[in-house]
């Protein structure tokens, strides 16, 4: 048997097929311009529904199971927790997409590299086959210095030069071969360069990158121990434009650095107070704090807003006020606006919070305070606040983030002994559950605490980035800015003068409405100016098919 037939018996590793072959078709797929293109258009689509995912499903992952965790089979719930991803874009299937497009651009950038780079900075000789091109002109010059001429113009118009002398055959000859922004030939080079360092850039930041959001009350630290740091939140303002609408958000901060071992702390040495608002974060020590959004705190209020009825309430004497004389007895009697109880009057803002009280009146009680009722003998403090009130089989609970059911555990006082507590709800005024006395007491109005999310993240990979926008723009400049010419003459000594042979290739042709001749208009504006330097003796310049029909 030959050794010829042996190769063709030899088994491979691939099915019958050459592996080189199959690595072959596996770089001339990541190295294709639509395979990128199909990458691309994956990844955006990818990324749409991942914004989506963030802005209108907040609940996934851990925080669906324990919210829903009695629906878990129904099927969204189940996506919701099991499938949709809590980071769409450190997912896995991102981070592949990312992979397959770094492959891709890597494999175009070295099959582009090798000929782009030689064609920026080869100059191959002016020869007498390339000279024969259609788009040469050529014409005769008395001028005995045209070789330092074309030498001195083409310099001045930044091409780079090499020089051929023929001396010792007869005639003499002079040859130049020119370039001029060679370099531009390595713009698209560069540019996917640049992308590709872009994306590694992306590759490191969601897998070695952190990402974390914390929500901050005023008073709370966060520490970062990585980097020796402690944030304290002192204050979170909300800026209203004069239409009413939110400007921006701030929240004012104290940092705190670490010194050596020993880390600084409030009290010891102050920190450094600071503010971080939108599109202005904190950056220090390679960690960047952001103001990332605000929430209303679900278990913390600013104040609350309190209404009851003074008549309702014991006298300070002791005696009922109902027992008066006055009040139910007339079902007419005004109420605190003026107009008669049951007719339609002038309404207080929580008027509707008013309904039944024959003397109304509203007071606010700041978060953490005892405030007296005014013409009673009792005191109120706000104890507890759910946003979401829900009975569980471990007693009241917060449900969820979101001011579905408002309630207020209240403390209620008479003079100064603790009477009970109750808690009163906002979309239910008449209704209260507790040990408290039952006293004509409503909530009229909440003022929400509001939260400061504050998000801190590390850019490991924000070098490659930058490195990668870099590169692009030279790229893009390189690419859009300058064009790549090549130029060849040829002076040949002629009985009185030169032969002249021009080819300009790079360059558009002169403008119709510029040209002087007729001859102008298929040649370009380097090679006219070359011709008017030497001036031709006999006749315009011709293209070599004319000059041999001639």
């Known amino acids: 048997m030959t050794a010829a037939a042996e190769r063709e018996q030899r088994p491979t590793r691939t099915g019958g097929r050459p592996a080189r072959q199959v690595w072959g078709q596996l770089y001339e797929l990541l190295s294709s311009t639509g395979f990128a293109i199909a990458i691309l258009l994956i990844l955006a689509v990818a990324s749409i529904l991942g914004i989506l995912v963030i802005d209108q499903l907040p609940v996934r992952g851990e925080l669906a199971r324990v919210q829903f965790a009695a629906r878990q089979d129904e099927p969204l719930i189940w996506l919701l927790s099991n ?69 001195a113009l083409l310099r001045r118009r930044l091409f780079r030069l090499r020089e051929t002398q023929i001396t010792t055959a007869a005639p003499q000859e002079v040859r130049y071969a020119g370039l001029r922004f060679g370099l531009a030939r390595l713009g698209p080079v560069l540019t996917h360069l640049g992308f590709l360092l872009l994306v590694v850039g992306a590759i490191a930041m969601s897998l070695s990158g952190r990402a974390e959001m914390l929500w901050l009350r005023p008073g709370e630290r966060v520490t970062v121990p990585e980097a020796g740091l402690t944030l304290e939140l002192n204050a979170f303002d909300i800026e209203v434009g004069a239409r009413g ?198 909530i009229a109005d909440l003022g929400p605490e509001f939260v400061s999310g504050i998000e801190i993240a590390t850019h490991p990979g924000a070098p490659w980035v930058w490195a990668g926008f870099a ?30 042979a021009v080819l300009h290739q790079g360059a558009a042709p002169q403008a119709p409405e510029f040209a002087r001749a007729a001859w102008e208009r298929s040649a370009t504006p380097l090679t006219i100016q070359i011709a008017r330097a030497l001036e031709p003796a006999e006749g315009a310049p011709v293209s070599p098919a004319k000059r041999r029909n001639a």
């Open 245 to 442: 609408r939110i400007a921006d958000y701030v929240s004012t901060v104290t940092l705190y650095r670490e010194i050596g071992a020993d880390t600084t702390a409030a009290g010891q040495l102050a920190g450094e107070q600071l503010e971080i608002e939108v599109n202005h974060p904190l950056r220090e020590r390679g960690f960047s704090f952001y103001q990332n959004s605000y929430r209303r705190d679900p278990r913390r209020l600013r104040y609350l807003e309190l209404a009851f009825d003074r008549a309702g309430f014991p006298l300070p004497g002791g005696a009922d006020a109902g027992d008066d004389g006055e009040g139910d007895s007339d079902p007419q009697a005004a109420d605190a606006t003026g107009a008669p109880r049951g007719m339609p009057g002038s309404r207080g803002p929580h008027a509707e919070r008013h309904d039944g009280f024959r003397d109304p009146m509203t007071i606010t009680i700041p978060w953490g305070e005892r405030v007296a009722l005014p013409g009673t003998r009792y005191a109120v403090a706000v104890d507890t606040f759910l946003a979401d009130f829900r009975v569980t089989a471990d007693g009241p609970a917060l449900a969820s983030q979101e001011f579905a059911n408002p309630a207020a555990q209240l403390a209620i006082f008479h003079g100064d002994s603790l009477a009970g507590r109750s808690w009163y709800f906002l979309f239910h005024p008449g209704m209260a559950v507790g040990t408290a006395p039952e006293l004509p007491v409503r």
């Open 471 to 500: 590169v692009m723009t030279l790229g893009t400049m390189l690419a859009f800015l300058l064009r790549t010419e090549r130029i060849w003459v040829r002076l040949r000594r002629a009985a009185s003068g030169w032969d002249v």
């Open 83 to 151: 499938v949709v991803p809590l980071r769409p874009f450190r997912c896995f299937f991102f981070q592949s997409l990312l992979g397959l497009l770094s492959l891709s651009l890597l494999a175009c950038t070295i099959k582009r590299w090798r000929g782009s780079w030689r064609a920026a900075i080869t100059l191959p000789a002016a020869s007498d086959a390339l000279l024969r091109s259609r788009e040469t002109r050529l014409w005769r010059t008395r001028d005995e210095n045209a070789p330092t001429r074309v030498a």
